[in-house]
């Protein structure tokens, strides 16, 4: 146990200070302090005993404040052990007196440079794009200069090396914790939160120095920096993608935004390798249908259901129907409270995971009742149902490096969904400079109140694995489902035959339970009906993918355009009776 006695405190965020501070002194505690904040502590009746006395320096404002708190005698009282008898002899003859305790928060070197990326780094603008300002100007550097904190590191620093004798305080936050474990041991603190301290200390000042060299590489070279942080780190039970691998997770302290990381798991065993990843293309899939009742249900990373509805149940069953026997074993993200209807829905059926903003009472009491049968099946919530940040970006690991990129968040280049559906007009990639037709480019137009479903179509088609094919239909006003998929293909031909044959079975089944006499004359119906669509996540090179697509009998097919063959395609599509689209937005995904 550490007794605290005497206590540094020097910080630049005030924010309950002198709560603390008081509880300090009335705890017999000396405080010693620097500048503003002894003179903060003073103005509210605490008594403070000058650093000067400590550091030996005769003023504390020499060359602007910079050396206030560095000195030999001050870093040494940081630094001597107390369990050396020549240490406490040399201190002793030097007059160094014993610090238990140091409480610092840095100069805002982080929120001033934060300020200061209008002048150089990223700004989207309201396609999502980045757009480069230049580098940053003389003052602003001055500024950032000027926001270095030097004394205050090297007494974290200092004090952190000798955790066993002197508690590092850098975080407000950590104020309450202490006064409760000081009052339970008559004024110190034990081994634990010593060890906690002193890792959070070192965790601030390598954050801070990671800050202001991204800041300086940044804006003085225009090196390009990325350092990342990730915490909380735990071994994964099991195995990893496969038996024979061992996998971790890690969790972003900074991130906000709806993740499964971040999520709280209320029912199920523990989360594996290959549930964190399906269970975040479900949840950055299903977060595209914000603001909407819908339902994503992922099989490897993929959304083989997709839908909205009128209730969750509804849109539950429209997607279940876009691949029932691929939603055997998958994992499901909801936009809305997961409700009782639902967990009956689902009672027959083998689901690894769940997440939803939140889960009903009596949805959670039925699940757990289901017994042995559901005891595996794991539920988190993940709270408001919000889209993701358009401004962060995503970041890959390869061996030997990262790539990132822009969230993809453009679907097309037009000013909206309303000129999609007129005759073609030449528009420009802001980014790549491309010149691209975008609208209808053959005879004929859908109506223009389908520009929901090709809303959705595209949102879809951006999570399946390239190549992506996808067939969506509007089974009632302003509802929507996938019928079928083809992905993951390297020919983009057969995805489109496997979205056929999907999209062809299904409407098969939904005949059937119809009771409908002639099963082929509906589906055939169905699919040629202006509610129908055909997405494919980038151009086709050849005819023959629309020579496939009219096999499937869909009559309205979109795709970026761009592709040398344009001409080839746009006449397969006319010879088909095919209203052909381009939006000019590409929607790979690898």
């Known amino acids: 146990m550490l007794k605290i006695k005497t206590a540094v405190i020097s910080v630049s965020d005030k924010g309950g200070i002198v709560e603390f501070a008081k509880f300090l002194a009335e705890s017999g505690v000396e405080i010693i302090s620097t500048g503003g904040t002894g003179k903060l502590l003073r103005e509210n009746g605490i008594s403070v005993t000058p650093i000067r006395e400590i550091t030996g320096n005769e003023k504390d404002d020499y060359f602007d404040g910079r050396m206030k708190t560095i000195s030999f005698n001050y870093e040494s009282a940081l630094l001597y052990k107390r369990d050396n008898p020549k240490h406490v002899e040399q201190a002793g003859k030097l007059g160094i007196?014993?610090?238990?305790?140091?409480?610092?928060?840095?100069?805002?070197?982080?929120?001033?440079?934060?300020?200061?990326?209008?002048n150089y780094g990223t700004d989207p603008d309201k396609s999502g794009a980045v757009r480069r300002f230049g580098t940053v100007p003389e003052a602003d550097l001055d500024k950032a200069v000027e926001n270095i904190d030097i004394g205050g590191p090297c007494m974290i620093r200092a004090a952190a090396k000798n955790y066993?004798?002197?508690?590092?305080?850098v975080n407000p936050a950590r104020y309450g914790r202490i006064m409760d474990e000081m009052k339970k041991n008559d004024g110190a603190l034990g081994e634990d939160i010593l060890e906690e301290l002193m890792i959070e200390a070192y965790e601030r000042t390598a954050d801070y120095d990671a800050a202001i060299h991204e800041f300086f590489a940044r804006s003085?070279?225009?090196?390009?920096?990325?350092?990342?942080?990730y915490v909380r780190g735990e071994q994964l039970g099991r195995y990893a993608e496969n038996w024979h691998q061992k996998g971790w997770l890690y969790r972003d302290p900074a991130s906000d935004e709806p993740s499964v990381p971040g999520a709280r798991q209320i029912h199920g065993g523990p989360m594996g390798y290959n549930n964190y990843v399906d269970a975040e293309a479900a949840l950055n899939s299903m977060l595209e249908l914000h603001g909407t009742t819908a339902v994503s249900i992922i099989k490897h990373t993929n959304p083989c259901g997709y839908a909205t509805g009128a209730t969750l149940r509804e849109a539950f069953e429209?997607?279940?129907?876009?691949?029932?026997v691929s939603s055997f074993g998958s994992v499901i993200a909801v936009t809305r409270p997961f409700d009782l209807d639902c967990a009956k829905f689902i009672e027959d059926k083998f689901v690894e995971v769940i997440l939803a903003p939140s889960f009903?009472?009596?949805?959670?009491?039925?699940?757990?009742?289901?017994?042995?049968?559901?005891?595996?099946?794991?539920?988190?919530?993940?709270?408001?149902?919000?889209?993701?940040?358009?401004r962060k970006h995503n970041i890959r690991g390869v061996t030997g490096g990262l790539l990132e990129q822009e969230r993809d968040t453009l679907f097309y280049l037009?000013?909206?969904?309303?000129?999609?559906?007129?005759?073609?007009?030449?528009?420009?990639?802001?980014?790549?400079?491309?010149?691209?037709?975008?609208?209808?480019?053959?005879k004929g137009a859908p109506p223009a109140e389908r520009a929901g479903l090709f809303?959705?179509?595209?949102?879809?088609v951006k999570h399946v694995k390239s190549n992506a094919i996808c067939i969506a239909r509007e089974y009632e006003p302003g509802?929507?489902?996938?019928l079928g998929m083809g992905c993951g293909q390297p020919n983009r031909k057969d995805s489109v035959m496997l979205s056929g044959m999907r999209a062809r079975d299904n409407l098969a089944l939904e005949a059937k339970a119809k009771g409908v006499d002639n099963v082929e004359e509906y589906v055939n119906a169905e699919m040629a009906g202006d509610h129908v669509v055909l997405a494919s996540d980038a151009f086709f090179p050849f005819r023959d993918g629309l020579d496939n697509a009219a096999k499937t009998g869909v009559k309205y097919v979109l795709e970026p355009g761009g592709s040398i063959r344009d001409a080839e395609v746009i006449a397969a599509a006319e010879e088909h009776g095919i209203c052909l689209m381009f939006t000019g937005v590409r929607k790979f995904t690898h």
């Open 414 to 442: 037009c000013d909206s969904f309303a000129e999609l559906v007129k005759p073609a007009a030449e528009h420009t990639c802001a980014n790549s400079g491309k010149k691209l037709r975008v609208g209808v480019v053959t």
């Open 97 to 118: 007196p014993r610090i238990d305790m140091v409480v610092c928060n840095l100069y805002p070197f982080e929120a001033v440079t934060r300020g200061l990326s209008r």
């Open 220 to 229: 003085l070279k225009e090196q390009q920096v990325k350092r990342l942080k």
């Open 360 to 390: 009903e009472k009596d949805a959670l009491e039925f699940i757990q009742g289901l017994g042995k049968t559901k005891a595996g099946l794991r539920l988190l919530e993940y709270g408001e149902a919000r889209p993701l940040d358009p």
């Open 318 to 324: 429209r997607a279940w129907q876009g691949d029932p």
């Open 479 to 482: 509802k929507y489902q996938i």
């Open 455 to 460: 809303d959705f179509v595209l949102r879809h």
């Open 164 to 169: 066993r004798s002197v508690a590092t305080v």
